[in-house]
């Protein structure tokens, strides 16, 4: 019991989990400065909409917008 545990709990499932994926989060540089600042999750009361022009970018939605896929920004 003094060593990191194999098991937790009963199951049968080894720890960590290795064999997870990262739930769709996928770190890029989209200007190449080696930093990333912003991320964006996808939320339904978001405050933010891809631009129809350029789908790398955000803009703001209006209040009154519904129906569409909206994000929420985190530093």
Known sequence: MA???K???SGTRP???DDEGNDGLVMEDIDGDGRILLMR???ANGAWK???TEPRLLVRREPTEIGGQYYRVLP
């Open 3 to 5: 060593d990191k545990p």
């Open 7 to 9: 098991f937790i709990r």
């Open 15 to 17: 720890y960590p989990h």
């Open 41 to 43: 999750i996808p939320d």
């Open 50 to 52: 891809v631009c129809s």
